[in-house]
């Protein structure tokens, strides 16, 4: 059994700065692809972004291109979600994902994905 953990939410001002993170019990951040997504209240769970396996590539949604840069550390099993030009629509409880089943399409969809952390809560607002 996968098992992720998220930490690092919390309350934050627009236009602030937050750090996520996502660490796996085992070693399962070097080879596989891993993924972040979010969800608000009363909305679907929306992809945010992607660290693809093998390669190493990386891909965002539009609403957060150039503000949410994801990454991972090899050597502590986490991989990373920082958060820059945070506004008020970022809001959402983020959850990491880990894709067990190869695919040769990186996935998007929360369906791509077969392991999920618990998720923790990001607020914006002054």
């Known amino acids: 059994q996968v098992q992720l953990v998220e930490s690092g939410g919390g309350l934050v001002q627009p236009g602030g700065s937050l750090n996520v993170s996502c660490t796996t019990v085992?070693?399962?951040?070097?080879?596989?692809?891993m993924a972040w997504f979010r969800q608000a209240p009363g909305k679907e769970r929306e992809f945010v972004a992607v660290?693809?396996?093998?390669?190493?590539?990386?891909g965002y949604a539009d609403s957060v291109k150039d503000r949410f840069t994801i990454s991972r550390d090899n050597a502590k099993n986490t991989m990373y979600l920082q958060m820059n030009a945070l506004e008020p629509e970022d809001t959402a409880v983020y959850y990491c994902?880990?894709?067990?089943?190869?695919?040769?399409?990186?996935?998007?969809?929360?369906?791509?994905?077969?392991?999920w952390g618990q998720g923790t809560q990001v607020t914006v607002s002054s």
């Open positions: 994902a880990l894709q067990f089943r190869f695919t040769f399409e990186t996935p998007r969809g929360p369906r791509g994905y077969d392991y």
């Open positions: 660290s693809t396996w093998p390669g190493g590539s990386t």
């Open positions: 085992g070693d399962y951040v070097t080879s596989y692809t």
